[in-house]
């Protein structure tokens, strides 16, 4: 059985989940415009329960309770109680603290029945919730607001994309995956309720309150996206509340602050916000919320907010659509209500309308007076009461509170924010990415392109920290990101700081911080409005990216891109910026319509065409198992194999490790820091040789099987003639290994000379010895053909136009910016008198002016993950070719018929392999004498690359090495999920 939507396969049920553990393997990228038809959620595949969970110790276990029995037994004060769920702050709070006895004297004196839990964090709210708990005599039902994920209200839980984000992936999975995660983090809080999923069609671009909290401004899709997230819920045993009846989507006043009248009659309100509750409660939905909202033209009760008006809840929800579930009231102390009904009456009314809960009065006590001597009077009839309560009870039974209505502690650990769930989440941001314009050409950016990007953020805060996440993000992936804050503090000095900025900008970037948050506009105002349009008038390209409030597009609609972001939230920044770089995919589609500019289902697409940094789960590995890295590096500092280094994993187009370990050298002053830059050594024969003769070969200016002495003229010898580049590249030309020369001979001229003359040691194609002397002829071909020393070739070619910003030969001539960050090599007694740093170990190389076709440069892991990047993606990065695939397959499969190599690089032997045990047989790569190792396994998609400096403080050092990189590899690839 195929889960299907109308573009294609999403996921097929047999596959092991092992295989899907990361975002991107969970669910395929499937997009649609159009809404599919609900199909069951059952054929999702299951998410896993979190791995090593501790089972606490047997919690006291109480007989079943007959609920008509204890109705029977309850006063009328307890049943009463059962009614009200009053707010706590899930933090820790001292017994003292008036409102913790507040809530207790509730619990303990007007039988409350239920908490709702406000912000808070993971402990504080566990451990209050079992404290409160202790004090009720009928368990509490804990309920709590978490349309964004736990997080939304528990601090150290996971965040996950807002509504909309979520049906802009065109995948409605993710909203079963979204459900599901969030119930099964409020599950292990102990919380019964979960008040979401918003079934409000949001069809007005004006609305203040609900704005992305809605899946769509489509009906259709509202009934999909919210009945797949209902089931993901449920399938954890949480009650999913679907709000706020009978639709809050067509609104311009926030009923936080005063009521909302809707005037569309019944025919407009039934085909258009009835839709989704109409079907998930054909679906079996279970509770419902309502909206402080008055409908005076579908109501015989005028202007009464639907949360108290029969005409709405008894007559439409209840008989017309027949819905026997829970129904809760939104917040009582809203001013929608609070403004104009006490609050008893707001109560009464809610109950006579057909309400069984009652969230958040602002003065519980005096609504319980007032409601029982309402059915002392005979007002409200005691049955009434009873109707409500026992399905309270019930729910309660049913999620086994009278059982066990206290929190596992120990389990919380284990169970909350787990890789699993945030790799999902982080799937779901990403691909809610929406590009919805880019008329300049701007996307993806790239360094060579805008060397200089302001970036502005733009809020309606007064902080002044707002959009850090966005400047830190972007530093990222850009090495020259100037950032300012325009918010409601920002002075006219700063504004003119703006200014003067964009006039040495090469684009200018605004991410807008605007929110949907009670009390506070969703538009720019006018005075930051005016700048923007000045800032963007400039003869540059400008772009928008909305943090927030979607529609914040219609203010700055002349920029040249605009992209969609969904959320402020720091995971969704971290998850939007790749994009904005091509390093992440993007086919996100709009979910509504922004009026005179967009329609639902546009959207740009692009491929992911750099490299993302991010978590190893979202490329299917394990951070536990990689951080034995950190085991096997400080074993060989330990043992004094190197002073330190870093290594770098990429895989599947995703850094997921970079890290340095150790020190620069044995005084253990200066640490190694993630991005420090390492004499290569030998991997300058693949980087820059064996790279420069794919691009030649791409270029037609040479042919591998070209004999040498085409470009080389000393080769035009007997013993000589019939040598050809490729048996240069696989070392079998008959060269020696290499050869002292510099006891004599001292300059570059003159090491060439004796290269090019250089007497063989074999018949060319008869024997293996690896040569330093054959890659030095290499690079002198690439001057030959190109006219460029190979450092310029490579240069021009690979490094500058992809951002390798750290890739030198002769760093120390290019400043201290880069020297600094090299650790020394040896300390040479024989040549240079002294240490060695930021110049070549390679006496040979270095006595070449630092430039050789064998060794001399220098670059980091993130520059070499670019690199491989680049083999891995059939030779593109950046969105731009820079060798063509059938060349890359020339050069890294085996070339040698009597040896493992391909062309320039390494092949994983049989026998043993620095490249380790685990990676595959078509693995390729390179080492360096100076303790570097480059390796590629295709078929895994992944680069392991090792930066050491192991000849510190002599070459005697570091003998183990080998042993070293393959134990490195070996806990890579351990880290692979399948």
């Known amino acids: 059985m195929m889960f299907t939507t109308n573009t294609g396969s999403l996921y097929h049920r047999s596959t092991p989940f092992l295989l899907l553990l990361t975002l991107a393997l969970i669910f395929s990228s499937c997009k649609t415009s159009e809404p599919e038809s609900y199909r069951s959620a059952a054929e999702i595949p299951p998410l896993p329960e979190p791995e090593e969970e501790i089972v606490a110790e047997d919690q006291p276990v109480a007989e079943p309770t007959d609920i008509d029995s204890l109705l029977q037994e309850m006063t009328l004060e ?142 259709a899709m509202v009934s999909l996206y919210g009945q797949y997230m209902i089931d993901g819920i449920e399938s954890e ?18 009923s936080h602050l005063a009521l909302p009248v809707i005037h569309h009659d019944f025919s407009r309100i039934d085909s258009l916000e009835l839709r989704p ?116 009870l019930q729910l309660k039974k049913e999620q086994d ?25 982080d799937r779901i941001a990403r691909n809610s990415v929406t590009i ?111 943090f927030g409030n979607p529609y914040v597009l219609r203010d700055l609609p002349n920029t040249d891109a605009h992209v969609m972001a969904w959320s402020s939230n720091a995971n969704q920044v971290r998850q939007t ?66 002073p330190g280094g870093v290594v770098g994993v990429m895989r599947k187009g995703v850094m997921v490790w970079q890290q340095g370990y150790g020190y620069h050298d044995y005084d253990k002053t200066r640490k190694v820091a993630n991005d420090d830059v390492y004499d290569l050594a030998s991997l300058t024969k693949v980087i820059a040789t064996t790279t420069s003769m794919m691009k030649l070969v791409d270029d037609g200016r040479l042919d591998v099987q070209d004999r040498v002495a085409k470009y080389i003229p000393e080769f035009d010898t007997d013993d000589k003639r019939e040598i050809t580049i490729d048996q240069l590249l696989t070392h079998t030309s008959g060269l020696p290994a290499f050869q002292v020369y510099v006891d ?44 460029l020393r190979i450092d310029r070739y490579v240069r021009n070619n690979f490094f500058y136009p992809m951002g390798m910003k750290s890739s030198f030969f002769n760093p120390q001539k290019t400043g201290r910016w880069i020297s600094n960050r090299i650790p020394p090599t040896e300390i040479d007694t024989t040549y240079r008198d002294g240490l060695v740093q930021a110049e070549v170990h390679d006496e040979r190389a270095w006595f070449m002016d630092g430039v050789a076709g064998h060794a001399g440069l220098f670059s980091s892991a993130d520059d070499l993950s670019r690199l491989a990047y680049l083999l891995l993606n059939n030779g593109q990065f950046g969105g731009r070719e820079y060798l063509k695939p059938e060349t890359i397959k020339t050069f890294t499969e085996r070339r040698s018929p009597i040896n493992q190599r391909a062309y320039g690089y390494d092949r994983k032997s049989d026998g043993f392999s620095t490249a380790g045990e685990l990676t595959g047989p078509n693995s390729f790569g390179h080492t360096g004498f100076t303790g570097t190792s480059f390796w590629i396994d295709p078929d895994e998609e992944i680069a392991i690359i090792i ?32």
């Open 78 to 219: 307890e049943k009463i109680g059962q009614l009200f769920v009053s707010p706590a702050y899930g933090r820790f709070t001292n017994n003292k603290d008036p409102q913790y006895i507040r809530l207790k004297r509730l619990i303990e004196n007007y039988h409350l029945g239920g908490i709702i839990f406000m912000q808070g964090d993971v402990y504080g709210q566990a451990m209050l919730t079992n404290r409160l708990q202790d004090y009720s005599k009928i368990p509490l039902w804990i309920a709590q607001d978490m349309e964004f994920g736990a997080a939304m209200r528990v601090s150290g839980s996971t965040r996950i994309t807002p509504a909309m984000g979520v049906a802009a992936t065109g995948d409605p999975a993710n909203a079963y995956l979204k459900g599901k995660i969030t119930a099964r983090e409020a599950r292990t809080l102990g919380v019964n309720q979960i008040f979401a999923p918003v079934l409000d069609v949001n069809n007005n671009p004006e609305n203040p309150v609900i704005n992305v909290r809605s899946f769509s401004a489509d009906p």
């Open 237 to 254: 045993g949480v009650m999913a509340t679907a709000k706020h009846f009978p639709g809050h989507g067509d609104t311009d006043v926030d």
């Open 277 to 392: 509750f109409r079907e998930t409660i054909n679906n079996g939905l279970r509770s419902v919320m309502s909206a402080h909202i008055a409908y005076p033209n579908i109501s015989r009760n005028g202007d009464m907010p639907g949360t108290m008006d029969e005409s709405i809840l008894n007559d439409i929800l209840i008989d017309s659509l027949g819905f026997e579930g829970l129904i809760v009231t939104d917040g009582l102390e809203m001013k929608g209500i609070a403004d104009h009904y006490s609050p008893g009456e707001a109560v009464i009314y809610a109950l006579k309308a057909g309400v069984d809960m009652m969230l958040i009065s602002p003065d519980e006590m005096s609504a319980i007076n007032e409601l029982k001597i309402a059915v002392e009077q005979g007002e409200v009839a005691e049955e009434r009461i009873d109707r409500s309560v026992r399905k309270i």
């Open 401 to 425: 509170a009278f059982s066990n209505p206290r929190v596992d502690l120990q389990n919380l650990s284990s169970s909350i924010n787990t890789p699993v769930y945030q790799s999902i989440a």
């Open 436 to 546: 919805l314009k880019d008329s300049e050409n701007i996307l993806p950016i790239r360094e060579v392109d805008h060397l200089n990007i302001l970036a502005v953020a733009l809020a309606d805060d007064e902080s002044g920290s707002t959009g850090s996440s966005f400047a830190r993000e972007l530093r990222k992936y850009h090495g020259n990101v100037n950032f300012h804050v325009l918010d409601r503090r920002t002075s006219l000095e700063e504004k003119t700081e703006i200014l003067e900025a964009a006039d040495d900008a090469d684009l200018i970037l605004i991410g807008s911080f605007i929110i949907v948050r009670s009390h506070q506009p969703i538009q720019v105002q006018p005075e930051q409005l005016q700048f923007l349009r000045q800032l963007i008038s400039r003869p540059i390209p400008s772009a928008l990216v909305a």
């Open 577 to 642: 910026v790749p994009a904005l770089f091509g390093a992440s995919e993007v086919a996100g589609k709009l979910p509504i319509n922004i009026p005179g500019m967009y329609e639902i289902g546009d959207g740009l697409e692009f491929n992911q065409s750099n490299i993302r940094f991010d978590s190893p789960e979202s490329a299917g590995m394990s951070t536990e198992k990689l951080l034995e890295l950190d085991m096997v590096m400080q074993e060989a500092i330990n043992d004094s194999v190197f």
């Open 744 to 787: 004599e001979l001292k300059t570059r001229e003159e090491i060439v000379r004796a290269v090019r003359n250089e007497p063989l040691v074999n018949n060319p194609g008869e024997e293996y010895v690896y040569s330093d002397l054959g890659f030095i002829l290499l690079a002198e071909i690439v001057e030959e053909v190109s006219g």
């Open 947 to 978: 930066l050491t400096n192991r000849v510190h403080p002599s070459r005697t050092y570091g003998s183990t090495i080998s042993r070293v990189r393959a134990k490195i590899a070996d806990a890579v690839m351990e880290a692979i999920e399948h």
